[in-house]
């Protein structure tokens, strides 16, 4: 048996794979389609690690490893489609097409039973007996191949999908919570890039079969807790921006209806802005506004200027903060995240919350949030 630093980390990954599997898989607030193929894929990618960490060790001897073997490591690839997905599109249905995507687990799982069943009922060691020998060559040899190349297949899928999804996601609709893609975007190309290195360890492996796959099981392990942990973090910032929009909805807003004794301009302003509610739209701004009021940007600058003496960005910003302010006050959030309140807000992140909200109040959101609950 062969433990060191580098399997004690990997060990460690798979005791943390469970932890955070069981918390996503068991926890209710976590009851989205994203969050639940969240918590299979990191599952099935923990159980696959220790399977094949058993036999890498020495625990278990190579003959062991193949009776207790599954394939679930071809699950990988479909439940990180559909996690992404769903995280991107949060009410879509699963079609009949994405199904497919199951295909080379249901070809190894059958090729795995079948190849048990004729070990449990043959009396020949398994070295005289070429077609069970076949049967598990198809797994330890070639299955890796196919394993890379539909998680290949997927980033690609699902990299197309974020680059449709961010354009569409620059319109704003009230009923839809725009979902964060830059960290999404990093993790894939760094699935990519694992995919890469993994492909170079299944080519030696294939000419050389003693080669360590421990390098990989390492890189694996790293993604497992920056997948768990960040996928955690953003699914409770979209699930705490449902229950704000929701709250929202449920309540009467406090802005006034537009005054008819204001200018014109004004009226139609405040209109879109504000009974529109255009301002809590983080992609909003003066060359939207100005379309739809079919104003030149020049002109809609004077109208903030010289006509209600506040540029358009502080006019904007101040609405934001108000918004802000009444979430922060708000006793029902008060265990949310600056994220989704600043993101519900309109902000387009927390750094331009915190610092814009400092600017207009005087205060951190944070500080703000604090003298008002004393």
């Known amino acids: 048996m062969k433990i060191d630093i580098y399997y ?8 943390q794979g469970f932890w955070l599997s069981y918390f996503i898989l068991l926890t209710k607030k976590f009851n989205s389609n994203a969050a639940r193929f969240l918590g299979l894929l990191i599952l099935v990618v923990t159980i696959s690690q220790l399977q094949y960490n058993l036999g890498e060790t020495g625990i278990i001897s190579w003959k062991q490893f193949n009776i207790i073997y599954l394939p679930i490591e071809f699950l990988e690839a479909p439940f990180l489609y559909f996690f992404a997905t769903f995280y991107l599109q949060p009410d879509r249905k699963i079609v009949t097409g994405e199904k497919a995507l199951f295909i080379p687990f249901v070809f ?5 039973l079948l190849y048990k069943s004729i070990a449990f009922t043959t009396n020949k060691n398994w070295d005289e007996h070429p077609l069970l ?7 330890v040899l070639y299955g890796d191949f196919v394993n890379i190349l539909s998680l290949f297949i997927v980033l690609l899928i699902v990299l197309f999908k974020i680059v449709r999804t961010e354009i569409q996601s620059r319109t704003y609709y009230s009923e839809n919570i725009p ?13 990519l890039f694992l995919l890469l290195f993994w492909g170079y360890h299944a080519i030696q492996f294939y000419f050389d079969q003693s080669v360590s796959y421990l390098p990989v099981d390492v890189a694996v392990s790293i993604l497992i807790y920056v997948l ?3 996928g955690i973090q953003k699914l409770n910032i979209i699930k705490e921006r449902e229950n704000i929009r929701t709250f929202n909805r449920s309540h009467e807003q406090l802005y006034s209806v537009v005054e008819d004794s204001k200018n014109e301009n004004i009226s139609k302003i ?3 802005v504000i009974n529109k509610q255009r301002y809590l739209d983080s992609n909003f701004s003066s060359e939207t506004l100005a379309e ?8 809609l600058s004077r109208i903030f200027n010289n006509e209600m003496n506040v540029s358009f960005t502080d006019y904007i910003n101040t609405l934001r903060v108000e918004e802000a302010k009444k979430y922060l006050r708000t006793p029902e959030f008060s265990g949310y995240t600056l994220v989704a309140i600043g993101l519900e807000a309109g902000f387009n992140s927390k750094t331009t ?22």
Do not use: C, D, M, R
């Not at 020998?133 to 797994?139: F, G, H």
């Open 292 to 299: 739809e009021l079919q104003l030149s940007t020049s002109h």
């Open 8 to 15: 004690s980390l990997v060990i460690a990954a798979i005791f």
């Open 108 to 112: 190894f799982i059958g090729n795995t």
């Open 270 to 272: 405040e209109e879109i």
């Open 179 to 191: 979902s964060e893609f830059l960290w999404l975007k990093i993790l894939l190309v760094a699935i």
């Open 133 to 139: 020998l076949s049967l598990v060559e198809i797994n």
């Open 228 to 230: 768990g942990y960040i």
């Open 353 to 374: 919350f915190n610092t814009t909200f400092k600017k207009i109040t005087g205060q951190t959101p944070s500080q703000f949030k604090k003298s008002s609950s004393n």
